[in-house]
């Protein structure tokens, strides 16, 4: 019924730049907090940033003045944008939503499929 769909991964240099799309489609009440979490080889994943439905923002210390998330609830999507990209932010990213179905649903948790960021020069 639901579907997240991620888009903007790709091969960048150290000190580069790169913004993530992720859409929600389909059967939608509402929607929730949306996020962005990553997976390196070898790691388990971690949380890089989350967004409330009202703007409120979260992000891991890590990447802390170095991406920017935010999103367009008339589009049902939510952005990542990696300034100053490291090799250490080479991983799989995935995007995370709360979403709602139906009157008084009160959501569950969709995840999409991955989209690889590559930092190497």
């Known amino acids: 019924q639901v579907q997240l769909v991620e888009s903007g991964g790709g091969l960048v240099q150290p000190g580069g730049s790169l913004r993530l799309s992720c859409a929600a489609s389909g059967r939608i009440f509402g929607i929730g907090v949306m996020g962005w979490y990553r997976q390196a080889p070898g790691k388990e994943r971690e949380l890089v940033a989350r967004i409330t439905s009202t703007g409120s923002t979260n992000y891991a210390d890590s990447v802390k003045g170095r991406f920017t998330i935010s999103r367009d609830n008339a589009k049902n999507t939510v952005y990542l944008q990696m300034n100053s990209l490291k090799p250490e932010d080479m991983a799989v990213y995935y995007c995370?939503?709360?979403?709602?179905?139906?009157?008084?649903?009160?959501?569950?948790?969709?995840w999409g499929q991955g989209t690889q960021v590559t930092v190497s020069s």
């Open positions: 995370n939503a709360e979403i709602s179905t139906y009157w008084r649903d009160p959501g569950a948790n969709y």
